[in-house]
């Protein structure tokens, strides 16, 4: 099976709610919109920006079945929903996932071993669920930090790459030197990288990743759009450099003041409900500092992509 998923960007996915913590599947239509007229090349959905891990199974699986649909054929979805601990859960979720229509199922790393246990378990458990899964549908890694960060050892993502099954790894390493001995271990098979990271974006672009999945293409995915597409370009350092610094904003207050963003300046009808945070914790100093980002974003807007 050839990789067909496409490089750019990748947004992780929000979950619109309205004020009664509901999904709000309208806002979800014009978010999928949204992400698609700021050109990206596909939809990452029910990951942990999703709030997946506050999401019932059959949420998740209507979530994903939404996006899907509101995507209709414009840009390839792929979907995680892989929280479960129990091992039997697990293949469940999995399974129910895969039925809605998405081109990947995404696999969380931290749930095929605990914080203490060894790679060589990971790989036995990761062995263990591929034999409960339909080898047919395409697989991929998150490399989620929720409830703790577990990063694929080398061995284990040359032999998961191996297989020929996976194709997608969103990579939350923050390390260069740890993605060239990722993108080594994978070269020539159908698993391809999407650094998760700003700083180490366009260094991991010029050595050969894929994308870019992020936090910030909630913000201004266009700009990492044209990253992706021109980092060989002297000018690309610049945009760089300014995509990184702007990029601590993810650690102010986010989702909730991503969802700010997108319903104050971008005109979204969405709420700044969140599941996983307090909206009321969106200070105004935070609005402050949204609003510069705002500014800023569409300078460079005007500067590179338009």
């Known amino acids: 099976m050839e990789n067909k998923f496409p490089g750019g960007v990748w947004p992780v996915m929000l979950t619109p709610y309205n004020e009664k913590q509901e999904i709000d599947y309208n806002a979800l239509e014009q978010l999928v919109d949204w992400y698609i007229k700021e050109g990206v090349s596909g939809l990452f959905a029910v990951c942990q920006s999703s709030e997946m891990f506050y999401l019932s199974l059959e949420e998740r699986i209507k979530l994903s079945k939404e996006v899907v649909k509101a995507a209709a054929g414009r840009v390839p979805v792929i979907a995680s929903g892989h929280v479960s601990d129990s091992f039997e859960d697990q293949v469940t979720e999995i399974n129910e996932i895969a039925k809605t229509g998405v081109d990947a199922v995404i696999l ?3 749930r095929l071993a605990g914080e203490d246990e060894s790679d060589e378990i990971w ?22 930090p929720y ?4 990063l694929i050892s080398v061995e ?14 969103k990579d939350t390493c923050c390390d260069t030197g740890e993605i060239r001995k990722k993108l080594k271990a994978i070269e020539g098979s159908n698993l391809k990288l999407y650094n998760a990271n700003s700083s180490t974006l366009l ?15 909630n913000f201004h995915p266009s700009l990492y759009a044209w990253l992706c ?14 995509l990184t610094i702007t990029s601590l904003i993810e650690r102010q207050y986010y989702p909730v003041n991503a969802k700010y963003y997108l319903k104050t300046f971008e005109n979204l009808s969405m ?4 599941r996983v945070k307090e ?16 500014r800023i974003s569409k300078n460079l807007i005007v500067k590179y992509v338009d």
């Open 108 to 110: 969380i790393t931290n």
């Open 123 to 144: 790989l036995e458990n990761c062995k263990r669920l591929l034999e409960k899964i339909d080898p047919d549908i395409p697989l991929g890694f998150y490399e989620c």
């Open 147 to 150: 409830p703790y960060k577990r």
């Open 156 to 169: 284990n993502i040359k032999w998961c790459a191996d297989t020929g099954r996976f194709f997608f790894l």
């Open 203 to 217: 260094e991991s672009l010029k050595d050969g990743a894929t994308g870019y999945s992020g936090v910030m293409a």
């Open 229 to 242: 597409k021109n980092y060989e370009k002297i000018s690309a350092e610049d945009l760089s450099d300014l």
């Open 271 to 274: 709420t700044t409900v969140c």
């Open 279 to 294: 909206e009321d914790g969106l200070t105004e100093t935070f609005k402050k500092e949204i609003s510069a980002l705002n």
